[in-house]
């Protein structure tokens, strides 16, 4: 019959304690185990150290083990007995305490080493951005680095990530601010994606942000500044492929991000359209736009075509001819002209457009609305289908090139 163990108690460990030490100090002392029963001892060395340890058979190999748990008194004697009975419940489902504590101490060591920084940085390496896009996230980057950067990215609370914001809105830079839960959101979902952390807790902070101001593009609506603009574009020396898309701008007033990634498989030159969905990344509608395509539009496609050689893309970058040209390339060929932001940019063709075609030409607002790719509904409250109107918005898109052709001329 195995021998009752008596479980220790508080006052037992202190007075063992006590007699130890002072056989340690007449060289009589050998070093001496308690057990508490269930495989948990405490171990009185003669160095003075008073150590908890856990005894036990692996599940697996069915050897004897010893796991350290801890100094006493750091460990007390209720929190040896919770790791013992921890230990325990592992063993009971054939979980060896031993691995399962190598595992915990190698995910506290990953988490450790995966901050927030080090995960940003893997995740720019999966990105394909502009040069001035690369330049603007860095700021955003900083933003967040300076806060967080360093911690463990399993570790960085709402809170955290709420003081960065807070930074920004109270300089008034409420676009940055938004900028900066966006880009953190980013890196937190890639972190998700390879188990680094639970959850993006950015996302908890959708909707807490100032909103960001309207923008106005700024435009020159006026016929006589419209056609100085035109004039001084022709005028324009610069890369050929800058040179074509603000000589076409105008005519298609579509979104520069769209122009810039423009296909010449989307061109159909015998039905005269140019067919496209917008990239999601524009956050616009999502449905297909169809943009009818003037003589004059077809003249200069017909120019530009030859300086495309084996680029799918109308307006490659100089780089490389599977990528756009920059996000920038336009307003800054505006800038070098002469016009600043607060005068012109290329969006504002948008606005010109919008303005003229109904102030000048009297075209109706819906066809311009639809062209401009608006969401436009009919009596009914339902939004009109894309190729509805289309011989009309073609006519009207002919009518506007013409109109550009005479302001360019006057």
Same mark, same amino acid.
């Given at each position: 019959?195995?021998?009752?163990?008596?479980?220790?108690?508080?006052?037992?460990?202190?007075?063992?304690?006590?007699?130890?030490?002072?056989?340690?100090?007449?060289?009589?002392?050998?070093?001496?185990?308690?057990?508490?029963?269930?495989?948990?001892?405490?171990?009185?060395?003669?160095?003075?150290?008073?150590?908890?340890?856990?005894?036990?058979?692996?599940?697996?190999?069915?050897?004897?083990?010893?796991?350290?748990?801890?100094?006493?008194?750091?460990?007390?004697?209720?929190?040896?007995?919770?790791?013992?009975?921890?230990?325990?419940?592992?063993?009971?489902?054939?979980?060896?305490?031993?691995?399962?504590?190598?595992?915990?101490?190698?995910?506290?060591?990953?988490?450790?080493?995966?901050?927030?920084?080090?995960?940003?940085?893997?995740?720019?390496?999966?990105?394909?951005?502009?040069?001035?896009?690369?330049?603007?996230?860095?700021?955003?980057?900083?933003?967040?680095?300076?806060?967080?950067?360093?911690?463990?990215?399993?570790?960085?609370?709402?809170?955290? $990530?709420? &003081?960065? +914001?807070?930074?920004? %809105?109270?300089?008034?830079?409420?676009?940055? *601010?938004? #900028? !900066?839960?966006?880009?953190?959101?980013?890196?937190?979902?890639?972190?998700?994606?390879?188990?680094?952390?639970?959850?993006?807790?950015?996302?908890?902070?959708?909707?807490?942000?100032?909103?960001?101001?309207?923008?106005?593009?700024?435009?020159?609506?006026?016929?006589?500044?419209?056609?100085? $603009?035109? &004039?001084? +574009?022709?005028?324009? %020396?610069?890369?050929?492929?800058?040179?074509? *898309?603000? #000589? !076409?701008?105008?005519?298609?007033?579509?979104?520069?991000?769209?122009?810039?990634?423009?296909?010449?498989?989307?061109?159909?030159?015998?039905?005269?359209?140019?067919?496209?969905?917008?990239?999601?990344?524009?956050?616009?509608?999502?449905?297909?736009?169809?943009?009818?395509?003037?003589?004059?539009?077809?003249?200069?496609?017909?120019?530009?075509?030859?300086?495309?050689?084996?680029?799918?893309?109308?307006?490659?970058?100089?780089?490389?001819?599977?990528?756009?040209?920059?996000?920038?390339?336009?307003?800054?060929?505006?800038?070098?002209?002469?016009?600043?932001?607060?005068?012109?940019?290329?969006?504002?063709?948008?606005?010109?457009?919008?303005?003229?075609?109904?102030?000048?030409?009297?075209?109706?607002?819906?066809?311009?609305?639809?062209?401009?790719?608006?969401?436009?509904?009919?009596?009914?409250?339902?939004?009109?289908?894309?190729?509805?109107?289309?011989?009309?918005?073609?006519?009207?898109?002919?009518?506007?090139?013409?109109?550009?052709?005479?302001?360019?001329?006057?």
């Amino acid at each position: 019959m195995p021998k009752k163990v008596v479980p220790l108690t508080d006052s037992k460990i202190k007075a063992t304690q006590k007699q130890f030490k002072a056989n340690i100090n007449s060289g009589l002392a050998k070093d001496l185990r308690l057990s508490d029963g269930d495989g948990l001892n405490l171990i009185f060395r003669t160095s003075g150290a008073v150590l908890w340890r856990f005894d036990y058979t692996r599940p697996i190999s069915k050897k004897r083990n010893t796991l350290a748990i801890g100094n006493y008194p750091e460990i007390t004697l209720a929190e040896a007995r919770g790791v013992r009975e921890e230990y325990r419940a592992l063993i009971s489902k054939n979980i060896d305490p031993q691995t399962y504590r190598n595992d915990i101490l190698e995910e506290a060591k990953i988490s450790h080493e995966n901050t927030f920084r080090k995960i940003a940085e893997e995740f720019k390496t999966k990105q394909v951005l502009t040069p001035a896009t690369v330049v603007r996230n860095e700021r955003i980057y900083n933003y967040l680095y300076e806060e967080f950067g360093e911690m463990p990215i399993s570790e960085i609370r709402a809170k955290h $990530l709420v &003081k960065v +914001i807070r930074k920004a %809105e109270a300089k008034g830079t409420i676009e940055t *601010a938004h #900028r !900066i839960r966006s880009k953190a959101s980013q890196v937190f979902r890639y972190a998700v994606s390879l188990g680094f952390c639970e959850r993006d807790v950015a996302h908890d902070l959708i909707g807490t942000i100032k909103p960001r101001e309207i923008k106005h593009y700024s435009a020159l609506v006026e016929e006589k500044d419209f056609g100085q $603009l035109l &004039k001084d +574009i022709e005028q324009y %020396e610069g890369y050929v492929h800058t040179k074509f *898309a603000l #000589r !076409i701008l105008p005519h298609v007033f579509v979104r520069t991000g769209e122009l810039r990634h423009a296909k010449w498989s989307d061109i159909n030159f015998e039905e005269r359209t140019w067919s496209y969905t917008p990239p999601k990344t524009m956050k616009k509608t999502g449905v297909e736009h169809i943009v009818p395509l003037s003589d004059q539009v077809i003249e200069l496609l017909k120019e530009l075509k030859p300086f495309c050689y084996k680029s799918d893309l109308l307006f490659p970058s100089i780089s490389s001819k599977t990528r756009p040209m920059s996000d920038m390339t336009i307003n800054m060929a505006l800038r070098r002209m002469g016009y600043d932001r607060d005068k012109m940019t290329g969006h504002g063709f948008r606005a010109i457009a919008r303005t003229l075609l109904e102030e000048k030409l009297k075209f109706p607002v819906e066809r311009i609305e639809q062209q401009l790719a608006h969401q436009v509904r009919d009596m009914h409250g339902r939004a009109y289908n894309r190729t509805k109107f289309l011989e009309e918005r073609a006519e009207m898109m002919q009518g506007w090139s013409d109109y550009i052709d005479k302001l360019k001329a006057s």
